[in-house]
């Protein structure tokens, strides 16, 4: 096939004029799936399993498969350095990549290939295939082909490790997957709060809360911070208020008595 990276994957081509679209078998998708989960089965920590996506398309589908099978998912912008430089706070050291799509996330599998970490890809008949190790041949341009891809091979994780059975089916719609585009009433609804019509507050009497009675206005008092504070010395004694007389004696009597005089002049200079 022309401009194929798996001419052994391709069945057929077909022109639709602008350029030729080819028609990958099935079989050999399956197979390759097979052998990335049995890969990813083999990790002891699940989390040493990094799943990344910088484009839309696949971000949710990442999310969703590192919340069903415990891996270390990178959805967006893939920070430069981030398998590389250790002093930086999204430093991370995984033992295997699972990326979408080669083109988008090439920074990933460049840095990768410095630490030798293996790399599985999803890849079309198209994509650069350096440094991916195991690459499953699909359609990676649309949003069912992706999320339907994630969902196959996290099923079939989790069916090698044993959490669900091949006999029953998994409860997990592969829709959960799927890139989901908001229309603009759904972003209008998600910027725009409701907002409720003022009530009438002019007219309308106020409210009086349930088990609680009419609050009754305050008797018009002193207030009692105004009030002057109780004096914590003993009263004192009013010396008018009662009258002290001495028995048998009349100070008063005689008004020409001299108490100390004396009749004998004394010469104090002699």
Known sequence: APNSTFPEAVVSTQSTGRHDMCVIDIKKTWEKLLLAARVIASIENPADV????????????????????????????????????????????????????????????????????????????????????????????????????????AREVKRMRGDISRITEWEIMPDLYFYREETKEEEEEATVPDVQPAADTYNAAPAVPDGFAAIEPAATAEPVSMLAPNSTFPAKEEWVATETTTAGADWGADGNADWGASDTVVDWAA
């Not at 599985?120 to 082909?145: G, Q």
């Open 50 to 153: 990094c799943v990344i996506s910088s484009r839309n398309f696949g971000q949710r589908a990442v999310l969703k498969f590192a919340s069903h099978t415990g891996a270390t998912p990178i959805a967006g912008r893939f920070t430069p350095g981030t398998f590389t430089n250790q002093i930086q706070a999204a430093f991370r050291e995984p033992r295997l990549l699972v990326v979408t799509d080669p083109r988008a996330d090439h920074q990933a599998i460049v840095e990768s290939s410095y630490v030798n970490i293996p790399v599985i890809s999803f890849c079309n008949t198209d994509s650069p295939t350096k440094y991916v190790d195991i690459a499953i041949p699909c359609n990676i341009n649309t949003i069912n082909s992706v999320g339907l891809m994630w969902w196959l091979l």
